[in-house]
């Protein structure tokens, strides 16, 4: 692989000393709450109207005293950028609007000495078309052998003018593109599941195995405390390549197998790089984005032998309805169960629309809405949601600028649109701009303290109220319910730890669970319900009334009490 895009010399590797500041706490990972950055939106240090990494080390303190243990960084590697850094082209360098290794080093170093640790994401699904390896294999024309490492095939029809199969890009469209070869041709067909700049890998081949495990050792080295795992369902494709025999297929994701998604031969790639990982002390974790028809699927990936975590996207896409809310949660808990891996909660990230927009909305309308609801409902319950998942069992995460109660901006004008399947039909809704808007920190400047030279993204008029300094300190402001709440998290060994709850009688629309001695009540109904008072309130993300041994707790609300 290339290393010509290097900004500075790698690091000096460190002895498995490396973590040694950060707080020593076993199975860290199975209760921690980890915080999602998304460098390009988070914080901006040189100007340039996009996030860095230097930016993101001048915010560790923020992150240390908002009360999680670790942060995940969205991609910075460098890439052309075509789907915002996951289209990489080189895994072993940073790209320059983010900074530099060196930059990179430093950030993982400041996190240390701060008690958080570091998780990168990996991207080991599909590389840029401007990697080294896809560039020699179009260049060295039919027959190169870098063309094993991908999915080159010949098309169908007279002349190989059709696709060699009927999948479907995510980002919509065809999922193969025809390359021209060197002399001028029509040539082959090459496999990408998301946008003709994001090749797959062929992961039958042994040197793609052997060139990610390397990858792996670099950061380990450096320091990281783990991975995420992009697109973890991935990787493995059906022998064969098979049909799907069906159109609009990015509407069955999730519903079912797929050829090219969930197939069973990606357990034994991550059992080999469980192999590598364990090579290393501080317990550093894998963390899955997998995507599966049920969360019994999940549960493979997570296996003693496997990976330590994976997103819970069955629970981001439940609507607040105590229902479906407590289906899923004893079907998670259950599942992780025998595997003996932590649940995880999650409520937004970078791809899907922020939960202060999707419970201002009816329910039933995905996770990616155009429209902005009801504000105000939306982020009384944004509020309750993330009380209350914060009291369940396992880890959770938290995307940045949620503990500002950020809503989507859904009104961004097509001219400033970035997203990538924004402009292209019949894939996902593209959308995705709305909840990557850079984060306010203060009340008024160019950018709301992002950075000196505006944004990337346009940021809207009502920043400066929901910004940091406009929270900071405030009783009531959300920024002070989710410290909080981390606080109680951190001193409560009956938060966050174990792997079921213990549910209580309750009105319809409440969900009521005890914890030790901890109990938590969620009313996801428009009207206050009574409940018995369980003993001394804690926090609650709405004002409950407490008399004669009973309290009534307002609707879209959620109340911790202690019974000591």
């Known amino acids: 692989m290339s290393q010509q895009q290097h900004a500075a010399p790698a ?68 890439s052309p950028q075509a789907d915002a850094g996951y289209d990489v082209a080189d895994y072993r360098a940073v790209d320059p609007m983010f900074g530099n290794l060196l930059d990179a080093d430093a950030l993982i170093r400041d996190a240390h000495l701060l008690g958080l640790r570091v998780i990168v994401d990996l991207v080991p699904n599909h590389s840029s078309d401007q990697h080294e390896w896809f560039k020699r294999a179009l260049a060295e024309g039919p027959g190169s052998p870098l063309r ?20 479907e890009s995510i980002f919509g469209g065809p999922a193969w593109t025809r390359i021209t070869e060197p002399d001028g041709t029509p040539g082959e067909w090459y496999l990408h599941l998301f946008a003709p700049e994001q090749p797959d890998f062929n992961w039958e081949h042994p040197a793609v195995g052997d060139e990610f495990r390397s990858i792996l050792r670099f950061w380990l080295d450096i320091g990281v405390d783990g991975f995420r795992i992009d697109v973890a369902h991935g990787l493995v494709k059906a022998e064969g390549l098979p049909d799907l025999g069906s159109h609009d297929q990015v509407k069955l994701l999730g519903n079912d197998v797929m050829p090219f998604f969930d197939q069973d031969g990606v357990h034994e790639i991550y059992r080999q790089w469980r192999l590598v990982l364990d090579e290393y002390a501080g317990e550093r974790i894998f963390v ?28 981001l896409s439940t609507a607040w309805d105590a229902k479906e809310l407590r289906e899923v949660i004893d079907r998670t808990l259950e599942a992780m169960r025998p595997v003996g891996a932590p649940a995880t909660w999650v409520l937004s990230n970078h791809d899907v629309t922020r939960h202060a927009t999707r419970f201002a909305n009816p329910p039933g309308l995905g996770t990616q809405i155009r429209t902005a609801g009801d504000r105000e409902l939306g982020l009384r319950r944004a509020r309750a949601a993330s009380l209350l998942m914060l009291a369940l069992p ?7 600028g949620e503990e500002l109660g950020l809503p989507d901006v859904v009104d961004l004008a097509d001219e400033v649109r970035q997203d990538p399947a924004y402009f292209r039909g019949a894939g996902q809704d593209g959308f995705r701009d709305g909840c990557r808007v850079p984060i306010p920190w203060t009340r008024e ?106 309290t009534k707790v307002p609707a879209d609300t959620t109340v911790w009490w202690t019974a000591v």
């Open 288 to 315: 899955a984005e997998a995507w599966t028809p049920t969360v019994e699927r999940t549960a493979h990936y997570v296996r003693p032998d496997e990976l330590h975590q994976a997103f819970n996207f069955q629970y």
């Open 11 to 78: 690091p000096t590797p460190r002895p498995d000393t490396a973590v040694a500041t950060v707080a020593r706490h076993r199975d860290w990972w199975r209760d921690a709450v980890i915080y999602q950055v998304y460098p390009r939106s988070f914080a901006d240090s040189d100007g340039d109207g996009m996030g860095d990494l230097e930016g993101v080390r001048a915010r560790l303190p923020y992150l240390r005293d908002l009360g999680v243990d670790a942060v995940w960084l969205s991609p910075f590697y460098a």
């Open 445 to 550: 400047g160019s950018s709301y303290g992002f950075g000196g030279g505006g944004s990337w993204l346009p940021q809207p008029e009502s920043w400066g109220e929901l910004s940091v300094e406009a929270q900071n300190g405030v009783p009531g402001s959300t920024l002070e319910l989710y410290r909080s709440a981390l606080a109680l998290r951190r001193a409560r060994p009956d938060l966050g730890a174990g792997d079921s709850v213990e549910w209580l009688r309750a009105p319809e629309g409440v969900l009521a669970f005890r914890r030790g001695e901890f109990v938590c009540v969620a009313n996801t109904t428009g009207e206050s319900v009574t409940v018995p008072s369980y003993g001394r309130v804690l926090l609650a993300s709405g004002d409950p009334a407490e008399a004669d041994g009973e």
């Open 148 to 167: 094993e490492r991908y999915h080159f095939r010949p098309g169908k029809g007279a002349d190989g003018e059709l696709p060699p199969n009927d999948w």
């Open 394 to 400: 396992g880890s959770a995460y938290v995307y940045q």
